[in-house]
């Protein structure tokens, strides 16, 4: 079975066709990725009309790109994929109408799939997949989630952020800083060149209890401490609130990870979303991995970003557990907000 899948949930165009044979793992064929960043970045961020044009320009030509690595056709696609939500509601009925007008043409049946399910099930994809059960990390664009993940669909939270995400926490860093968009990127480059301890910077929920996150307190205190250093800070202190910056979101997600791993009682943690290719933050679980005696898995770097390959494969997954069926009915609809527990 071929299933194509389609990712528009934002600003990346993602197209992607993954094989099931029964009873192996879903292997990715082919996939084909289109950022909007350079257009964005005039903007300070993503511009949801903007993001909606370009998906219509993209999907097709990645659709053929795709099929052509996979050395594939139309005839051979099974199952038609398509991210239903949460996203921007423009971008996300851009990718499910053309996923449902193309499966109707073919006279093959489609799949709606959860985006962060999407993330959530990315390390599959990798050359050292995990195994069920295990604690999952998502840090992804506006989410920062620990969850207890059973199986396919079988999902608990245990924590998540009651305010900015920590995917947030970087970009609203990095334009404080001045950088670029994307933020989190640029400010964890501009980090390699600081000492993370310069700042004292808060780590908000760190000591409590619970497993929730929040960063919002911590974005105010890069404020106040740019204001403390004048109107033109020297590259040296920004550099060094920039690695203060990325040293206390990492220590956060670190030790809520650990916290969320002793409480399960498991001892394998997937990590998945943008924020899992942070280097610090791999360095920092690798490490812990290595002294506390757990497995970590990560995405390839490639497939941290939104991307078709995490859509198609939830989608197979979804289909190899028996936990979807896809469906000839071709009316579709979009959730910009959808919880996964209600996927």
């Not at 009682?265 to 610090?280: D, F, H, K, T």
């Not at 898995?297 to 991307?307: A, G, K, M, V």
């Not at 078709?308 to 190899?320: E, H, K, S, T, V």
């Amino acid at each position: 079975m071929n299933i194509l899948g389609f990712e528009s949930s934002c600003d990346e165009t993602g197209v992607a066709l993954v094989s099931v044979t029964p009873g192996q793992r879903p292997m990715l064929r082919a996939h084909a990725l289109y950022s909007q960043v350079q257009m964005h970045q005039a903007y300070g961020g993503v511009v949801p009309e903007l993001a909606s044009r370009d998906h219509v320009r993209r999907v097709l030509p990645l659709a053929s790109e795709t099929l052509a690595a996979a050395g594939a056709s139309l005839a051979e696609v099974d199952v038609v994929a398509f991210t239903r939500g949460p996203g921007l509601a423009g971008a996300l009925l851009v990718g499910a109408g053309v996923a449902c007008a193309l499966a109707a043409a073919l006279g093959r049946p489609t799949l709606g799939v959860h985006h962060l399910e999407g993330h959530l099930l990315s390390p599959f994809l990798s050359a050292d997949p995990p195994e069920f059960p295990f604690v999952a990390l998502l840090v992804s664009g506006g989410h920062t989630q620990l969850m207890r993940v059973d199986g396919v669909g079988h999902y608990q939270l245990l924590g998540e952020t009651i305010d900015d995400a920590a995917g947030e926490a970087f970009d609203k860093s990095a334009k404080l800083l001045g950088l670029g968009y994307p933020g989190g990127t640029a400010l964890a480059r501009l980090a390699e060149f600081g000492n993370p301890q310069a700042f004292e910077l808060p780590r908000p929920l760190l000591h409590q209890p619970n497993l929730d996150f929040s960063f919002a307190g911590l974005k105010t205190a890069v404020m106040t401490t740019l204001k403390k250093l004048g109107d033109s800070p020297c590259d040296e202190a920004r550099a060094d609130l920039a690695a203060s910056t990325q040293a206390a979101i990492v220590e956060v997600l670190l030790k809520k990870s650990l916290k969320a791993l002793k409480a399960s009682g498991l001892q394998r943690l997937v990590v998945a979303g943008g924020v899992g290719a942070n280097r610090s933050l791999r360095e920092q679980l690798n490490g812990a991995a290595e002294r506390h005696h757990f497995r970590v898995h990560y995405p390839e770097f490639h497939l941290c970003t939104d991307n078709g390959a995490m859509i198609a494969m939830a989608a197979a997954m979804r289909l190899q557990s028996g936990m979807a069926l896809a469906t000839p009915d071709y009316r579709f609809d979009v959730r910009p907000r959808w919880e996964l527990s209600a996927a």
